[in-house]
């Protein structure tokens, strides 16, 4: 409903405490819970058919008490937090577009685009304003305008045309998996649209270049490193938007960037250090697979590396890629403690793993199939063997890492 206490329409009051002290936003939670009561006191008047006024003015009293940017931030809270505070975030959205807000828009299009219980979805209109964001060069619009063309022109079958929007977070790419945003490539070379797809690497790489979207950045720099979708390859490009991408704090790029000095690609050769400064970047701010590079380097150092070999650091990370369900780190893993590990000489004795079959069978029934299943089964099927003789555990084959 749109008149519930804010605490059911907000996050838990110490989250939005948190956003004010690291400064997300510049008021404290009561603040918060005063512009929302205002606009709920307002709601009547804001849904009449004369609202005009009744909204400038609204918009003033709460701009008195807070920015432009807080403004945007509570009514995209609102509308994302439940569904009944859909409706209520939604006209916040719009007040705050009618303030001239251009993230605001975005936002209003994508509510638009995705629809909800009181608002129809209005694909038409929110790729309207979309059309109209990207003429103001609103990054964020001409990023995700250049991923429809792309996708639409290479892929004309799936009507990319009626579907919704795509939020900040889908947009991303994923660099553990096979394909980025950008591979999803036609079957065939009949069937992509050149025209449409010109337009679109355009605008990912207005978006890149001009507007320094950081997502774009790395989309750009991926298809400089493949030389995919028309676009000449040049490794040395692609590393220079890695890093800038990397440096605006995208955690993918910055495991690009480690994966260029691992394989000296667009870089001055190979420098094992300098990728693992990268991935430990990337595995400290939560990057599975660069959690797992960093655990099989701390596992079986490269030579000449600035880390030195260390077991239950490489168990640290490998166990932090298996929260995430990193099927590369399950398996290691699981490998681990169906086999043990005994110290080399002159290393601790406490590094000593020892087998643990019940715990090898936890991680590798995690593992999810595809291109691990056949391995998987196998795996369980000496498992099943191991567990029915106790004999077998010192005859299993050692060796490591996948």
Not at 14 to 42: D, F, G
Not at 358 to 370: I, L, P, S, T
Request: aromatic share 8%; proline share 4%.
């Amino acid at each position: 409903m749109l008149f519930l206490p804010c605490p059911d329409l907000l996050p838990p009051e110490p989250i939005i405490e948190l956003m004010h002290e690291n400064k997300k936003l510049s008021i404290p939670c009561s603040t918060v819970y005063t512009v929302v009561r205002m606009v709920q006191a307002s709601w009547v008047k804001l849904t009449s058919d004369d609202s005009t006024i009744a909204e400038i003015s609204l918009s003033k009293r709460i701009l008195e008490v807070c920015t432009l940017k807080d403004f945007v931030l509570i009514s995209t809270m609102i509308f994302e937090q439940t569904d009944k505070g859909k409706p209520l975030g939604f006209k916040m959205l719009e007040m705050c577009k009618n303030q001239g807000n251009l993230d605001a828009e975005f936002k209003y299009a994508h509510a638009l685009s995705k629809g909800f219980e009181s608002q129809p979805r209005d694909i038409p209109k929110s790729l309207e304003i979309l059309k109209l964001l990207v003429s103001k060069k609103h990054a964020l619009s001409t990023y995700i305008y250049a991923l429809r063309l792309i996708k639409q022109a290479t892929n004309p079958n799936i009507g990319f045309s009626n579907r919704p929007l795509d939020s900040v977070e889908t947009a991303s790419a994923s660099v553990d998996s096979a394909d980025t945003v950008l591979n999803e490539t036609a079957k065939s070379t009949e069937q992509i649209d050149i025209k449409m797809l010109s337009q679109g690497l355009l605008h990912l790489y207005k978006a890149a270049t001009e507007l320094l979207y950081p997502q774009a950045l790395m989309q750009l720099g991926h298809l400089y490193l493949t030389g995919t979708l028309g676009v000449q390859k040049d490794a040395a490009k692609a590393y220079e938007l890695f890093e800038k991408a990397a440096n605006k704090d995208i955690v993918e790029a910055m495991f690009l960037c480690g994966s260029c000095w691992e394989k000296g690609e667009g870089v001055e050769g190979s420098d094992m250090n300098k990728a693992i400064d990268w991935w430990m970047k990337a595995a400290n701010r939560g990057l599975a697979i660069a959690q797992h590079n960093i655990a099989a380097t701390y596992f079986s150092p490269p030579e000449n590396s600035k880390i030195a070999k260390s077991i239950p650091i490489a168990l640290e990370y490998f166990e932090m890629a298996a929260m995430q369900n990193l099927q590369l780190s399950l398996m290691n893993l699981a490998k681990l403690y169906k086999e043990g590990y005994v110290p080399l000489s002159g290393e601790p004795s406490d590094w000593k793993i020892s087998v643990d079959v019940a715990k090898a069978r936890q991680y590798v029934e995690k593992v999810a199939g595809g291109d691990w299943d056949d391995i998987r089964l196998h795996f369980l099927e000496e498992v099943d063997t191991i567990e029915r003789s106790e004999n077998n555990k010192s005859k299993q084959k050692r060796g490591w890492l996948w």
